[in-house]
């Protein structure tokens, strides 16, 4: 069965850059920007062109060697940013403009010190500014995650007439729970007059580590693209991780939606990003950590060697992950001291390992990890003392 597709937006180059010490030069965003376009991902954010000379370049340069995906770029609800941007875009092949304004009464009253008709009017005269550059215009509704619904769906009402493609309904501050989400995306999908002619867009951070299950609730009640990075990095907490969420996806058939990524190549990108930006990904990351598919105690150990799905629910090879590691700790048993022992060229007797489990558990105790030489040593010491 055709499973319908989710959009993938990746913001690694614009909402991933904006992580304190992590800038990238030109040159590295376009070795990134290549890469993605080759992964498969539908819309590069390539940067906020109005924010800095460096930016502008960045985003103009990327939209020459991007081949397939939309390139967009950002900007505030501000003629001349929006001049600026269509000027950086100026060589995409598909290029995106993604203009917006806080709704939340926080940004309304506090940020803007405004009016919600003064919001209403500046926003919908952002779209059809940038709607006379491009035909696809995003439309971002900053703090819609605690926006009164009944007014974002006015305001998007507002901007689908004024000609926006693509309504992206942030929850800015990563404050919703998936339920929330979920349901404040259906609420739009009933009560926005035109929202059948229009692409909705999750875009959640992560403060409360919940940005990929609102990215997923945001899909599964009708959002049809969704803003991530490559390992969820971003302003404070980060964002939706792009690998979370391809991942999903393809684990849960069931939920009947797809994207177009090549699964094979998230190890290899968000290695590239974490060595570009300097910043290193959490061992334990889902997907793409060092220890997503490496066991440790003997019970998992035992249970993955004599069947890989009994620990393990996706395919490492489909991650890019050549193949799932056993590692050897004091918490290891002899089934897994067996099979690293066979990899590196020693067929031990039951006898022989018992004898080697007992040298094995010593070494294990003052190291944190054995090593395939140290299981040589072991091995090589044990029959030296004439005890295999
Ligand atoms: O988090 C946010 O609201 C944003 C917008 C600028 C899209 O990054
Ligand atoms: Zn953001």
């Known amino acids: 069965m055709n ?10 180059l614009r909402d991933g850059e904006q992580v304190p010490g992590c800038k990238l030069d030109t040159n590295q965003k ?3 920007a290549e890469r993605l376009d080759k992964m498969g991902v539908d819309i590069i954010e390539a940067g906020f062109p109005v924010s800095s000379p460096g930016d502008f370049l960045s985003v103009s340069e990327i939209c020459k060697i991007v081949e397939n995906a939309t390139v967009c770029g950002l900007t505030r609800a501000v003629k001349n940013d929006i001049d600026v941007a269509a000027a950086a875009l100026k060589h995409a092949k598909r290029p995106r403009i993604h203009t917006g304004i806080g709704t939340s009464e926080s940004h309304i009253l506090h940020k803007l010190n405004t009016t919600p008709e003064d919001i209403i009017a500046r926003a919908k005269s952002a779209v ?7 035909e696809d215009v995003e439309f971002y509704a900053e703090d819609a995650g605690r926006t009164d619904n009944a007014f974002l769906a006015k305001v998007c009402e507002e ?10 309904i942030p929850d800015t501050t990563g404050y919703c729970l ?11 999908k009933e009560n926005v007059k035109g929202i059948e002619n229009v692409i909705l867009s999750c875009h959640c951070h992560n403060d409360l580590g919940m940005a990929t299950a609102n990215s997923i609730a945001g899909a599964i009640n009708g959002a049809r693209q969704i803003e991530c990075t490559i390992n969820g990095i971003g302003e404070r907490a980060g964002n939706t991780a792009l690998e979370e969420v391809v991942m999903i996806f393809k684990q849960h058939p069931y939920l009947n939606l797809d994207t177009n990524i090549n699964t094979r190549e998230l190890n290899e990108m968000s290695r ?3 060595e570009s930006m300097g910043m290193i990904v959490q061992p334990n990351k889902a997907i793409v950590g060092a220890n997503a598919f490496a066991h440790s105690s003997g019970i998992h150990q035992d249970g ?6 009994t620990y393990e629910i996706m395919d490492p090879l489909d991650v890019g992950v050549n193949e799932s590691s056993i590692i050897l700790t004091a918490r290891s048993g002899r089934a897994a001291l067996a099979y690293r022992a066979k990899k590196v060229g020693y067929e031990l007797t039951k006898t022989q390992l018992d004898t080697v489990y007992i040298e ?21 010491a044990s029959k030296i003392q004439g005890d295999l």
């Open 159 to 168: 901007v689908i007439k004024s000609g926006a493609t693509v309504l992206n």
């Open 178 to 188: 998936p339920e929330e989400y979920g349901a404040k995306i259906k609420y739009l």
């Open 304 to 309: 993955v060697i004599k069947n890989r799905a």
């Open 360 to 380: 094995f558990l010593k070494f294990a105790d003052i190291k944190k990890e054995v090593l395939d030489e140290d299981i040589h040593q072991i091995i090589e």
């Open 30 to 32: 376009l070795v990134i």
């Open 272 to 274: 590239l990003v974490s």
């Open 3 to 12: 499973r319908e597709k989710v959009q993938i937006f990746d913001t690694t």
């Open 128 to 134: 059809s500014h940038a709607k006379s550059y491009v």
